[in-house]
């Protein structure tokens, strides 16, 4: 299969644009990935995973930075704490309508893995399938030390510049996003659960078991939690397996999509 090819363009949502860049399998007529970042992340920050993913699904891979990130519009309010299930009802929508996308498969990782669920939740039929990576599915106490952590090694300008290359002078919000909604005491009692309930397609958890934002009790709730048939995976590395274990990423997302609504609970 030759290399998808590559386009890019902003697309104007509420609030702003949103930079877009699509991976095209020419020929596919099979529903395209929508990947959704996490906390601090962008486009860029995929890396060679999205083109991967396209040659292994023979599917079209679509990833855009969030309102504030990367080279997308900036954002001067901190987000609310719905803002997951506001990217899943505001945002989403006015991408897909933009790129005219009718069915498609949402993939996200971390805090994106919940954005994805909650647009699975949302969308009913138009999501095909749904994949979780390192999703949190409520707010657990290894959570927030991990993001304490990450909160004082961000002290240190070394850091600071890591997160400049990927957001510019954004960088500064991206990270007080982060931290201070997921730290404040109204977003303590948030979960997933209510959103899980509703989705009825075929769903991938994927988790490294050495995850330090979270347990395997997530993807556990999340596969437990569906009303469709759910898949876990739990691989041996840490929060960003689609990096650390790109391979058996690659090879289960492909499996898990060739299946179809065949696909049956199991364990890792």
Request: hydrophobic share 45%; glycine share 10%.
């Amino acid at each position: 299969m030759r290399p998808p090819d590559l386009s890019e363009l902003i697309i104007d949502v509420p609030g702003g644009g949103v930079f877009t860049r699509r991976w095209s399998v020419p020929g596919s007529k099979r529903s395209p990935l929508l990947l959704l970042h996490d906390s601090l992340g962008s486009v860029e920050q995929w890396r060679d995973f999205p083109a991967a993913l396209a040659v292994a699904t023979s599917r079209s891979v679509i990833a855009y930075d969030r309102l504030g990130f990367g080279k997308s519009s900036p954002r001067v309010e901190r987000p609310s704490p719905g803002f997951i299930e506001e990217e899943a009802v505001v945002v989403v929508p006015a991408l897909l309508e933009a790129l005219g996308i009718e069915r498609f498969v949402p993939f996200g990782h971390s805090v994106g893995g919940g954005m994805a669920l909650t647009i699975a939740a949302r969308h009913g039929a138009r999501c095909e399938a749904v994949i979780s990576e390192a999703a949190q599915a409520f707010v657990e106490p290894l959570t927030l030390t991990g993001i304490r952590e990450a909160q004082r090694q961000f002290a240190d300008p070394a850091q600071q510049a890591r997160l400049v290359r990927w957001h510019g002078d954004k960088a500064p919000w991206v990270l007080d996003a982060w931290t201070q909604v997921w730290l404040s005491p109204a977003f303590r009692d948030w979960t997933l659960d209510h959103e899980l309930e509703r989705i009825t397609c075929p769903v991938l958890a994927i988790h490294g078991e050495h995850d330090e934002y979270g347990s395997l009790a997530f993807p556990r709730r999340i596969a437990g939690g569906v009303k469709g048939p759910a898949r876990l995976a739990i691989l041996p590395c840490g929060h960003v397996p689609h990096r650390d274990q790109g391979d058996e990423v690659l090879r289960l997302v492909a499996d898990f999509l060739s299946m179809g609504s065949s696909v049956q609970g199991g364990g890792a």
